[in-house]
Every structure is written in C-alpha cells, then in structure tokens.
C-alpha cells in the first residue's frame, strides 16, 4: 500500500492536501501550482535540518517562479520562543515580504510550530507550507494548524491557528533521523492508536520489526494511518472545541514532565509518560481493564518508548500539570481511555487521583525510567 496524497477538508470542502513523497523531487510542482509567479518564499529550517535538505529544497525552488531566501533558527525546544520569531520577522521585513507572499517550514515539530506561527502572525497573517523532517512532525505536528512558541518554561503558550497551503512529506528524510528523534516520534504514532483504532493499535504491534528497521514501505503506511487519524479528528474539530482535545491523549502530564526536565527529554518521550500515566488513571476509573492496563504499558515499551520518569517530585509534576493550558474553569481536561480506541474527555479528577498516577510514574524502574 503506497498512498501519495491526503485531502483534508474543513466544514466539509477541500482545504489543503498532505503529499506522501520519496525524494524532494516533485516539490517544485506542487508550489508551481499554487500560482504564485514572482512571489518571495522564505525556507524557515533550523541548524541541524539546514546541512542535510537545505541545498535540496532550494534545487527544487531553482525549478519555479519563486524568489527565495531561508532564515536558519538554532535547533532545540529551547529556542522555541518569541525572541526567536523576532528575527524571522526582521528577515521578512529586510527582504520586503507582503502579504502576497509565503513561508515554508524545514524541519521538525519546533521549526513547523514556529514558522506557522509567524506565518499567523506577519502582517496579520501570511500563507505557508509545512515540509516535514521528523517522524513526530509528519504524523502529527505538521497537521491541523496549531501553531506557537513556549513562553518562559510553558510549553506552546502563545499561539495561533494558521492551516498550511499544503503539507509535503518526504518519507526518505527518515533514514537520517537519529534513532531517538525516530523513538519520539512513534510516542506520537502510537498514541494515535490509542485514541482511535484498536486496529491500528495492533497493527503497529504486529509491524514492530519493520518499523524499528524503517522500512520504506511500511513506515509510509504507518505515516498515512497516522496522518488519516489526526486529520479525521481534525476536520471534526478544527478549532479544539471538543473531539479535537482527544489529540492531547497523554500531553497534560507529558508536558508537566518536559518542562521539569528543562527540554532536554524528547516530546514523544514525555508524552509516552503521560500516556502511561492516563492509562493508569483510566484503570483507576474503571474504565481499562488490568490486561488493557497493561496492553498499553506494553505497545509503549514495544518501541522503547518510556513509561515511568526518574528524577522529579510528584509535588512539581501536579502544580505543573495544573498551569498547563488545558484548564476548563479551574478543571483540568484530561483526556482518559475507554478501552484501546477511544479516548474521552474527563474533567472529574482530583488532586488525590493525579497525584496517585504520577506517584505511579515516578516509581524507580530503571529499564523503564528517564
């Protein structure tokens, strides 16, 4: 099974298309047809991306109408952050980029996040593409059009929703992405299982082998089962006002955990310890079983993924899980399973049953601990 494109609709009607690609080959077509004779494009990409596909992408850009330039960030969460964005919207103003014009962004969750959210916000709003080179990014970031950057140590604080003219995936970048950039993005992969596909959930199971060799063929089958869930939920709810928080599946306590360890864990890492963490609130709900408990400790633990954290206090982890930004009216949303496939909302947990869950994941396991 070879998919090459993914409509994804809003209210119904076409709004932009996912390209499932090999090579960079075919980009130039696809911003040639977007009619943008003699417009600028800026290739926002960052230090460790720009060395690998920067000459590659700028080749294909030779190939159309477009005046380009690239703006290359310092890699890293840690620079996701509006002094950041400061330069880009220094480079676009210097280069005389209006509104007719567009960015592309080269690179991972971090350069997607941030290029879309200038993208947002450049003279109130400009066009942009997502050029995905990360597992995490094809799957899930590069989707749906949250954008933003952290604000002091709170994760994707300042943001906005900008949907890109079209997203273009090149499933070979995968074979140069460092194994624990390819473990963290299957916290991703797997969690869209999860959340809506028992059979998917599965799959990957059975598929283990060929997905930890990255295998061509099954890793863009798994890319487009994955890119299939998040748009589905998506067009669903492209502003987050209900299904869409399914998404967050794990990311409540995952980004409490990401922002107690400085950035320096993975997101799809820490969000496998939320993950592992909500599962075991669901147990504690009644609403997973013993063996379903333990189905999804062992789906993470299939792709070394974590599901216990070292080095942290259960007070720090819930005072920072209760600023997180999913807050509803002084509750926090969090997201639970009913069995593997479907995720719903819960905003009936106390302090007593978060601080139970992370106790559970704060417990010394070495072989399962970060």
């Not at 942009?128 to 994707?156: C, E, M, R």
Request: hydrophobic share 40%.
């Amino acid at each position: 099974m070879e998919q090459e494109v993914l409509q994804v609709k809003k209210a119904g009607d076409f709004h932009y298309n996912i390209f499932f690609e090999k090579s960079f080959e075919k980009l130039s077509e696809k911003l040639n047809a977007l009619n943008k004779k003699g417009r600028k494009i800026c290739i926002v990409t960052d230090s460790n991306v720009a060395p690998l596909y920067l000459d590659a992408v700028e080749k294909e850009l030779k190939k159309t109408d477009f005046i380009y330039t690239s703006y290359v960030l310092p890699a890293g969460e840690a620079n996701k952050n509006l002094k950041e964005i400061e330069g880009i919207y220094e480079h676009l103003i210097v280069n005389h980029f209006d509104r007719g014009d567009l960015l592309a962004a080269l690179g991972g969750g971090v350069v997607g996040d941030m290029t879309g959210f200038t993208a947002a916000t450049y003279l109130r709003g400009i066009d942009f593409v997502q050029i995905p080179t990360t597992l995490l990014a094809q799957v899930d970031s590069s989707i749906g059009g949250k954008t933003g950057v952290d604000f002091g140590q709170y994760k994707n604080m300042v943001g906005a929703f900008h949907q890109p003219l079209f997203v273009y995936a090149n499933v070979q970048v995968l074979k140069t992405l460092p194994e624990t950039e390819f473990i963290s993005g299957m916290g991703e992969v797997v969690k869209h299982g999860f959340i809506r596909s028992k059979d998917y959930s599965q799959w990957l199971l059975d598929h283990k082998q060929e997905i930890t060799e990255r295998q061509p063929a099954i890793c863009q089958e798994m890319i487009y089962k994955s890119c299939v869930i998040k748009k589905t939920v998506v067009e669903n709810d492209p502003l987050e006002h209900g299904e869409r928080a399914v998404l967050n599946f794990g990311h409540t306590i995952g980004h409490a955990v990401e922002k107690l360890k400085d950035f320096s864990l993975h997101h799809g890492h820490c969000v496998a310890i939320g993950c592992a963490a909500a599962a075991y609130l669901s147990l504690k709900k009644g609403f997973l079983s013993k063996e379903e408990y333990m189905q999804v400790l062992t789906k993470l633990n299939a792709f070394h993924l974590p599901v216990k954290v070292s080095g942290l206090s259960c007070e720090d982890i819930l005072m920072t899980t209760k600023s997180d930004k999913k807050m509803d009216k002084g509750h926090i949303r969090f997201i639970l399973l009913q069995g593997c496939g479907n995720a719903v909302i819960d905003t009936s947990l106390s302090d007593e049953d978060l601080t139970e869950a992370i106790t559970e994941i704060c417990k010394e396991n070495k072989e399962a601990a970060l």
